[in-house]
């Protein structure tokens, strides 16, 4: 019967969708994942990627499947965990999630990742959060730099992260970050004490906060820009 009905490839998403229960959803979607190695085909419009994201117990919902069925499931769905806080997961899907960037990046994924890598310290919110983590976790660094937006967004402007001086730098450079959406710009803005030194860099859309928290360094062109604006 089961055989049958993995023939669906949409079965997972109406099964997701479902007024299951939770323990009944994880029953049957492990099932399908034993049964076939094509896990992809059951992905319609994302939904196995998506209710994964979305597990705050990773463990719970793999631990019917042995573990090359378990890094098969994460290599094919390409999943990004909402919740890394697990100390039930075993090692082994730990190391394969934090090897591969399969984590969403919020701080407390952060702090679970560079802990679960290697030795922690709360230096990561005092000092240049970023080139602290460079320094240390080469891995991680690659995955913030190809997701910076993410990382300012959710990291830099939490409220543990200290305006430093260093980081207040590194805010200078991220404003001129083509990469960076202008609303976390002007988070930077209003957050970090930035000094501009040349504004005629900046997009218009910043101009008005620059002015409003005196960013800028005392210069005969930003005071030009001002006049001319």
Partial sequence: MVKFLIKDF????????????????????????NLDDNIINYNSNNCLTSYLEERENITLLMKDLNLEKVILTFDSLQPKFSYLTNELCPKEQMEHII????????????????????????????????????????????????????FVSNILLNDVIVNSKENSIFAHKLIVNN???IENKIKLIVKFDIEVKDISLLDDELFEKILEFNRMTSSWGNLQCVYNK
């Fill in 179 to 181: 990469n960076i959406d």
């Fill in 99 to 150: 090897g591969n960037n399969l984590y969403k990046l919020t701080l407390d994924n952060l702090e679970f990742a560079l802990d679960f890598i290697g030795e922690f310290d709360n230096t990561l919110f005092t000092s240049n959060t970023f080139d602290y983590i460079s320094s240390k976790y080469d891995k991680v660094s690659e995955y913030i730099n190809q997701n910076m937006n993410e």
């Fill in 10 to 33: 949409t079965l997972c998403e109406k099964i997701i969708n479902s007024n299951l229960t939770e323990r009944k959803k994880h029953i049957i979607i492990n099932a399908i994942l």
